[in-house]
C-alpha cells in the first residue's frame, strides 16, 4: 500500500481531510445546491480555468514531498490528437492526480515533438497546394513556414489536451527543438563523437526514395507481398552457365560479382571462375561466402553491393567493387549504363526485355515475402549505398539490457520486457543522419580545402586543420528519435545540473504504446544510462492502440476514425476518459464504441444526481464529533469503502487502471447510489433527529470519500460537485486521497447485508417478471434454514419491508407448503414466496405473457429456421452467423421463462 502524506491546497491554509469535524454550513446557506441536470459542455470550462488560477498543477522541486514524475510522450506537431492520444494522456494523468492527492510532489511535464520527416511531409503537402515547393522557397524561407506550422498545430494539440482535462504543469511546457533541448541534443552528439560512439561512414541504409531520406531500421515497416521470382542465366567465361534467381531484376545492373555457399558440393568446381555480365561488358568473380543460403532459389546469388546489405558484406571481404546505379529519387545512374535516368520500376521492365531478348531469362514463379516499406509515406524502401552518421550500439545497449534482466527497469505488463531485450540482443547501429531541412542540425562542419570533419559544441570559425575559413556545416539532421531520447533528462535542464533535474528525476513512471518500445523507450534507456548514470523510469506502462468497433485501425481516410473533440463535444470529457480507462487492459488493444462513452456520461450523470439529493439532505447537518457509526447500513457502507479504498490502491499500485475504474464504478453506482442511498432515505427523510444526523454523516463521509476516489476517473464531474460540498476547501485535486484505516472494518455487518440484499433483489426481480404494480404492497415468505441467514434477515425486516414493497413479511426456520399460485425464488441459505393472487390480475397477466410467448417463440423459430439453411451458414459473415445463434439462445431462454411463469399464473 501506498504511504500517504497531507496534500495541502492551493487555495486554502490548511489541508480539508475527512476526519476533520466542526460545523458543516447549511447547504443552501452557501448557494450548495447543483443545477438539476449536469452539462459537462457548460462545467468544463470553467472548472479546467478554476485549476489554473489555482495553479493547482505547478510541481515545486525541493518541496520537501516525495516526488513523482511522468514526462509526456510528445505528441508529433504534425496534427491533431486522435484517440490514442486520448488513452495515453487519460492514464498519465489518472496516475498524476492520485499521486498528487496521496501527497507527492507529482510532476507532469507536457511537450510537443517536431517529428522531422513526418512534419517536413505534411507542410511540403500545404506547400503543393500552393503552387510551391522546398527547394524553391529555399532552407531558411522553408525552415520559417515549418515554425509557423509548428506553431499552429501546438496550440491545436494544448487545446485538445486541456479539453481533456491533462493536468500537465504546463509552466514547464517543452519542444523538442527549443534551445534548451537543442543545447542537450548538441552536447550528447558531441560527446558521443568524442567517445568514439558516432561515426561517419559508407554502408547500406534504408533509402526512401519518395521522401529521399534514409530511415533506421525501425522506422521501414515490412509487408508480405505476392512479388515473383525470375531466374537469370550467368554465362561462365569458360563455357556453361550459371543460373540465378533475383527478386529485383532492375539492380542487376549493379552486380559485381556472384556468390555459393562453400559447403554447397554442387557449387565446388566453380570456386574463383569467372562469370560474364548478362547484360553490361563486364566480369563477375564467382567467390564462395558462408552468407549464401543454400537452400535458398539455386543456390547462386548475384552479389550487388551498393544496393543489398549482405551483399554488401560479401562484397567487403571479397574485394569487389560497389557501384551505385541508383541515385537517391529511384533513378538510374551513369553506374547503370544503357539504363540510366530510367525509374527503377521502369529499369526492371527494360532489364527483363533485354534478358529475354538475349534467351538469358528463365523459369518466372509467383513469390510471397515482406518487403520493406517507409513508415511515414508507405512506398517501398530501397537499400543504398550513402555515407551518414551511425552511433555505434553495442557499448550502449548492455547496460540498458541490464537494467531489465536486474529488474531495476520493469515493464507492465512483464511481457514487454521480453520484446524490449530481444531488439537490444539483434541490435546493429543505429543511422542517425537524415536528409531533411526540418530537424536539429548535425553539429559538424566539412572544410572545403582540406575536407576535415568538425565536431564542435559552438560553430567553428576556421578548419583546426589548414586555417580555411568558415567551415560547412553537415547539411543532414538528426533523426527525430535522437532527441525523443533525451526527453526524460533535456526537459528538466540537462546538461546543467538544474534544481529541477535533482529533483524530479528519474522519472517515476512512462506511459507508451507497446508500437514504440524499439523508437523509444529503449533509447532513453540507454542515453539516460550513458549520460545521466540513472534510468530515465523505474516503471513503463504498456498500453494498446485504439481499434474500432470492428477491430481495424482507425483512419479518417477510411471513415473509421473518431475526432476526439466530437467525442468530448457530445457526452463530455469524463465520459471518455472513463470510457478508455475502465475499457483498457495493460499492453492490449481495445475497441471503441460509443455506448461505453454514452455509459461514462450516464455514470457521471448518476454520481450528479446523487450528490444533489445528498446535498438537498445536507442542510441541517451539523457534527460535533465523529461517531462510530451503530446502524446496520452505515456500518455496512463504511466497511464496503474501506475494503474499496484498499482495492483500488493496491490496484493503482500496480498500475491496472481499468480494474480500478471497474472496482470504484462497483462501488459508487452499485453500492452507494443503487443501495446504501435508498436504505438511508427513510432515517433521512424520518421525524428520528438522532437517526437523520446519523445517516447524514456517513452519506457525508461515503460521499466525500468516493469523489476523491473517482477524481482521477472523472475529474472534471468531481471537482464540479466538490465546489458545492459541505465542509471542503479549496480544490478536490489538491484534496487528501482517502485512507482505508479512516473507516471501520465490519465484517459482521458485510455479512449481515449480503442475504438481506439478495432478498431484496430476488423480491424486486418477481414484481418486476409478473409485472406487479410499484404501487402494490406484497406479501413475502422467507423460509431460511440457516440460522445466521434467518438472522440476518430479522435484522433487515426494515430494509426488506421498504425496497421490496412489502406489506406483510414472515422469516420461518423450516419448509412451509407455500400459498396457491406463488412466485418463488432461492438464494443463499433460503427460499422466497411471494403469493401473486391479490396483487394482479391473473386473466389480464396470463394474456399478456401468452402474447409475448407467441411472439417470442416466433422469433426463435425464425433464428432456428436460419440457423438450419446450409446457404446461410457458408455464406453469411462469421460474426452474423454468431449473433444470430445468440438470437435463437436468448429466445430459447426467454420462452422458458416465460412458460414458467404461466405455470405460476395456473
Known amino acids: 500500500m501506498v504511504p500517504r502524506k497531507d496534500a495541502l491546497s492551493p487555495l486554502g ?14 447547504a443552501t446557506e452557501t448557494g450548495n445546491q447543483l443545477p438539476p441536470v449536469y452539462d459537462p459542455a457548460a462545467v468544463e470550462p470553467d472548472i479546467y480555468e478554476l485549476w489554473l488560477r489555482g495553479d493547482a498543477f505547478r510541481a515545486e522541486a525541493g518541496s520537501g514531498r516525495p516526488p513523482f514524475t511522468i514526462v509526456i510522450p510528445p505528441p508529433n506537431v504534425t496534427g491533431s490528437l486522435h484517440l490514442g492520444h486520448a488513452l495515453d494522456n487519460s492514464l498519465q494523468d489518472a496516475i498524476i492526480r492520485w499521486r498528487r492527492m496521496a501527497g507527492d510532489e507529482a510532476l507532469w511535464l507536457p511537450g510537443t515533438d517536431h517529428a522531422g520527416i513526418a512534419t517536413q511531409h505534411v507542410v511540403e503537402e500545404r506547400l503543393a497546394k500552393e503552387g510551391l515547393s522546398r527547394q524553391g522557397l529555399g532552407r531558411e524561407a522553408f525552415g520559417e513556414r515549418v515554425w509557423a506550422w509548428k506553431e499552429e498545430y501546438e496550440e491545436i494539440i494544448l487545446h485538445q489536451l486541456r479539453r481533456l482535462g491533462a493536468s500537465c504543469d504546463w509552466s514547464r511546457l517543452r519542444f523538442t527543438m527549443d534551445e534548451g533541448c537543442s543545447r542537450a541534443v548538441r552536447e550528447v552528439f558531441v560527446s558521443l563523437w568524442e567517445r568514439g560512439l558516432i561515426y561517419r561512414g559508407d554502408y547500406i541504409i534504408n533509402w526512401c526514395p519518395d521522401c529521399r531520406t534514409a530511415l533506421s531500421d525501425i522506422e521501414v515497416e515490412h509487408e508480405e507481398v505476392v512479388a515473383h521470382l525470375w531466374t537469370v542465366h550467368y554465362p561462365l567465361e569458360d563455357g556453361g552457365m550459371l543460373p540465378v534467381v533475383t527478386t529485383r531484376p532492375e539492380t542487376i545492373p549493379g552486380d559485381t560479382g556472384l556468390a555459393v555457399n562453400p559447403d554447397d558440393e554442387r557449387y565446388q568446381q566453380f570456386h574463383g571462375r569467372v562469370a560474364r555480365h548478362p ?11 558462408s552468407a549464401v543460403r543454400q537452400g535458398f ?44 535516368d530510367l525509374d527503377r520500376r521502369a529499369c526492371r521492365e527494360k532489364v527483363l526485355a533485354d534478358l529475354q531478348a538475349r534467351d538469358l531469362l528463365g523459369r518466372v514463379e509467383e513469390y510471397r515475402h515482406a518487403i520493406g ?40 505488463p512483464d511481457r514487454f520486457a521480453r520484446v524490449y531485450l530481444e531488439w537490444l540482443a539483434g541490435i546493429r547501429d543505429w543511422c542517425i543522419s537524415r536528409q531533411l531541412w526540418w530537424g536539429h542540425r548535425i553539429p559538424a562542419w566539412h572544410c572545403r580545402q582540406c575536407g576535415q570533419v568538425i565536431v564542435s559544441r559552438s560553430t567553428p570559425e576556421t578548419c583546426g586543420a589548414c586555417g580555411e575559413r568558415d567551415p560547412e556545416q553537415d547539411p543532414d539532421v538528426l533523426d527525430t528519435w535522437f532527441s525523443s531520447a533525451l526527453w526524460p533528462f533535456s526537459t528538466l535542464g540537462w546538461p546543467d545540473a538544474t534544481a529541477d533535474l535533482g529533483y524530479f528525476f528519474p522519472t517515476s513512471v512512462l506511459v507508451t504504446g507497446y508500437d514504440i518500445i524499439f523508437f523509444w523507450v529503449a533509447r532513453m534507456a540507454f542515453m539516460s544510462l550513458e549520460f545521466t548514470g540513472k534510468l530515465p523510469f523505474h516503471r513503463v506502462l504498456i498500453h494498446g492502440l485504439v481499434r474500432d468497433a470492428h477491430g481495424r485501425k482507425m483512419s479518417k481516410s477510411k471513415g473509421t476514425g473518431v475526432d476526439l473533440l466530437e467525442a468530448v463535444d457530445r457526452y463530455g470529457a469524463d465520459a471518455l476518459r472513463f470510457s478508455l480507462l475502465v475499457g483498457n487492459a495493460p499492453g492490449n488493444d481495445m475497441r471503441f464504441h460509443w455506448e461505453r462513452v454514452e455509459y461514462g456520461r450516464n455514470f457521471a450523470n448518476k454520481l450528479w444526481n446523487a450528490a444533489r439529493f445528498a446535498l438537498m439532505n445536507l442542510g441541517d447537518f451539523e457534527v460535533s464529533v465523529l461517531e462510530a457509526p451503530v446502524e446496520l447500513a452505515d456500518r455496512w457502507i463504511l466497511a464496503r469503502l474501506r475494503r474499496t479504498i484498499g482495492d483500488t490502491d493496491r490496484l493503482l499500485d500496480r498500475l491496472e487502471l481499468g480494474e480500478a475504474g471497474r472496482r470504484l464504478e462497483d462501488f459508487a453506482w452499485g453500492e452507494l447510489c443503487d443501495w446504501y442511498i435508498e436504505l438511508a432515505k427513510a432515517r433521512l427523510h424520518g421525524h428520528d433527529p438522532d437517526a437523520r444526523r446519523r445517516a447524514q454523516l456517513t452519506l457525508w463521509r461515503s460521499l466525500s470519500a468516493t469523489l476523491a476516489l473517482l477524481h482521477p476517473f472523472l475529474p472534471f464531474v468531481t471537482e464540479a460537485i466538490w465546489q458545492h460540498w459541505p465542509g471542503r476547501e479549496g480544490l478536490l485535486c489538491r484534496a487528501p486521497w482517502p485512507n482505508p484505516g479512516d473507516y471501520p472494518a465490519d465484517d459482521e455487518a458485510e455479512g449481515t447485508m449480503t442475504p438481506i440484499m439478495e432478498a431484496i433483489r430476488a423480491i424486486r426481480t418477481i414484481r418486476s417478471e409478473f409485472n406487479v404494480p410499484p404501487a402494490s404492497r406484497a406479501t413475502a415468505w422467507l423460509v431460511a434454514a440457516d440460522e445466521g441467514v434467518a438472522c440476518a434477515l430479522e435484522a433487515g425486516r426494515e430494509y426488506l419491508a421498504g425496497l421490496a414493497g412489502l406489506e406483510k413479511l414472515t422469516i420461518v426456520r423450516e419448509a412451509i407448503s407455500p400459498p396457491g399460485a406463488s412466485a418463488a425464488a432461492v438464494i443463499r441459505g433460503a427460499e422466497i414466496h411471494v403469493p401473486l393472487r391479490d396483487l394482479i390480475d391473473f386473466d389480464h397477466e396470463r394474456n399478456r405473457l401468452r402474447r409475448q410467448l407467441a411472439s417470442m417463440t416466433r422469433d426463435r423459430e425464425r433464428s432456428q429456421h436460419k440457423l438450419a439453411d446450409p446457404q446461410f451458414l457458408n455464406r453469411a459473415p462469421a460474426e452474423v452467423v454468431a449473433r444470430e445463434r445468440e438470437r435463437e439462445q436468448e429466445a430459447a431462454a426467454r420462452v422458458e421463462k416465460l412458460e414458467r411463469y404461466l405455470r405460476t399464473l395456473g
Not at 279 to 289: E, G
Open 373 to 412: 516499406h517507409c513508415y511515414r509515406c508507405a512506398s517501398p524502401v530501397e537499400p543504398l549505398l550513402s555515407r551518414q552518421w551511425f552511433v555505434r550500439m553495442r557499448p550502449l545497449a548492455g547496460p540498458a539490457a541490464a537494467a531489465v534482466e536486474r529488474g531495476e527497469l520493469k515493464f507492465v
Open 297 to 340: 532459389g539455386t543456390g547462386v546469388v548475384k552479389v550487388t553491393p551498393a544496393h543489398d546489405p549482405v551483399d554488401f558484406e560479401i562484397a567487403q571481404r571479397h574485394g569487389l567493387p560497389s557501384p551505385v546505379i541508383m541515385d537517391e529519387g529511384g533513378r538510374m545512374t551513369a553506374a547503370a549504363g544503357p539504363y540510366q
Open 13 to 26: 491554509e490548511g489541508a480539508f481531510t475527512f476526519q476533520e469535524v466542526g460545523r458543516v454550513k447549511d
Open 279 to 289: 547484360l553490361l561488358d563486364r566480369m563477375l568473380p564467382v567467390v564462395a561466402d
